[in-house]
């Protein structure tokens, strides 16, 4: 008998990558294609859903199947980032490029219209959280207003995962994670769309709902001759990317955590009941039943690049962490506020702005990157604060992301937050969460199945959490102090870089 395979695939925003796994979590093959992210005007970011998506997905196909070495596919699963939105007519032939997700700013009009039209605190029950820049009703509304007649001749729409699930299967669905991203359109609450949902969509079906690890469909013969995938093979409906992601490292039951620690650092915490939260984004999770708090910081790792590159050339990481971490907690008196980006949860402020309070002649760049690692760390705190008045309650956290790799990171968060972080092995990340996905659906993995590798424990230092417990209301302060003037600073910014504009086109 052949050994049973399992696929999965994973659409990210510069490149997508795709595993082929047995049954017991062992990588057998990888495969990464790397794509571009289209900016065709200031705030806009786009994908074409049939050169990036479509074309991926058949490349990485092509590259794995011939390393399945007479293993039989069992199973298939796609993620892919989101929320985003491509419209389609009833072939699934896309009629404009992919809207992507939060880093595209177009409908922040039609965003207030419809609060306005709701009331936030209507759609903070229902949804979970207050519309925000990458909400998909008000992407519909925009798409309505202003390119009406795309819209008069769309039939569906889809995210990257769902839309690769009807090129398989013919299956129009969207899973119940994707679709509590979609706000106002689902209700969290009761894992429906919601009333004003076909008003929103003008004409435009709701796709049938479906958890990640559902068999929505079977290969079809016409998908088996483009793809070369054995026709009849189960496709489960799929996720986003930071789901997947989850999966892959078993954060699924209530009580399961994880922070990622990447260029921004997210985390999310599974419930057991639906919390809404007006700083935070409360979504379904993995499995119907368990719910989820999510946050995503706009900047952590990234400003650990900026340093380096202000610094030039010369020094790298493992150089600045080695000096950060001769450095005692507290940086010596320097405290950062993180806002170079403006800030995501829990402020939900694009105006913010970062400071560096307490420098002194005697500071040097040791002290600064060390305060930087302490200011992500506090925005962590200030995170699973805003998760527990929530009523979130984590029993287990997950460490993953390159940040984890050097070690005095994971430390300083456990130190300020009193969190006891668990190292994961690097896996090859959401597509890994696919292959498990689409196990569990087709029955050949069992639903907690445990796939993870713990490399280390990371528990606080009592001594560094007396200091950091003092700094930490600093750190609050420090933002309410500031907030205004950071406010006056942006608008300047904003500003000049208006005039810097006008000035180049004359």
């Known amino acids: 008998m052949a050994t049973k395979l399992l696929l999965g ?158 090129r398989l299967t013919g299956a129009y669905v969207l899973d119940h994670i994707s679709a509590s991203y979609s706000e106002p359109l689902y209700d969290v609450g009761t894992n429906q769309w919601t009333p004003w949902a076909e008003e929103l969509a003008d004409g435009v079906p709701m796709p049938e709902l479906k958890w990640p690890s559902e068999v929505v469909g079977h290969v079809t013969a016409e998908a088996a001759e483009r793809t070369g995938l054995p026709e009849g093979c189960p496709v489960v409906a799929g996720t986003m990317d930071s789901l997947a992601d989850a999966m892959s490292v078993g954060v699924r039951q209530p009580g399961d955590a994880v922070v990622i620690y990447g260029s921004t650092m997210s985390i999310f915490l599974v419930t057991d009941e639906f919390l809404p939260s007006r700083q935070l984004w409360s979504n379904a999770h993995l499995f119907e039943g368990t719910n989820n708090l999510a946050s995503g910081m706009a900047t952590s790792g990234s400003l650990t690049k900026w340093l380096r590159d202000v610094i030039g050339p010369g020094v790298d990481f493992a150089g600045l962490t080695e000096e950060a971490a001769a450095v005692p907690p507290g940086s010596h008196g320097l405290l950062a506020l993180p806002y170079f980006a403006g800030e995501r949860t829990p402020l939900h402020d694009p105006d913010a702005r970062g400071v560096i309070a307490g420098l002194t002649l005697n500071h040097g760049r040791g002290h600064i990157y060390r305060a930087l690692m302490e200011a992500t760390a506090f925005g962590a705190r200030h995170i699973l604060d805003v998760m527990q008045a929530a009523g979130g309650r984590s029993t287990k956290a997950y460490a993953v992301g390159g940040g984890t790799k050097a070690g005095l990171w994971p430390q300083i968060v456990s130190d300020v937050t009193g969190l006891v972080q668990e190292i994961t092995e690097q896996s090859v990340g959401a597509c890994y969460g696919d292959a498990m996905l689409a196990g569990v659906g087709t029955g050949l993995v069992a639903e907690d199945a445990d796939w993870t590798t713990v490399t280390g424990l990371v528990e606080p230092d009592p001594e560094a959490r007396k200091t950091y417990d003092v700094l930490y209301g600093m750190y609050r302060e420090l933002h309410r102090a500031t907030e205004q003037l950071q406010h006056g600073l942006a608008f300047l910014q904003a500003q000049e870089e208006r005039e810097e504009k006008d000035a180049e086109h004359g």
């Open 9 to 166: 695939i994973d659409i990210g925003t510069g490149s997508s990558k795709g595993v082929l796994t047995d049954t017991e979590g062992t990588v057998l093959a990888t495969s990464e294609q790397p794509h571009d992210l289209s900016l065709p005007r200031p705030g806009w970011a786009e994908h074409d859903a049939e050169e990036v998506w479509w074309a991926d997905v058949t490349a990485i196909v092509a590259e794995l199947l011939p390393q399945a070495e007479g293993g039989e596919i069992a199973g298939i699963s796609v993620s892919g980032i989101g929320p985003c939105i491509v419209v389609t007519d009833e072939q699934g032939n896309p009629l404009r490029p992919a809207i992507l997700y939060g880093i595209d700013t177009r409908s922040m009009a039609e965003v207030a219209e419809i609060t306005e039209r709701l009331g936030e605190a209507t759609i903070t029950k229902h949804c979970g959280n207050p519309l925000n820049a990458q909400s998909i009703g008000g992407r519909m509304l925009w798409l309505q207003r202003h390119e009406p007649e795309v819209w008069s001749r769309t039939r569906h729409w889809f995210m990257a995962s769902s839309f690769v699930a009807f």
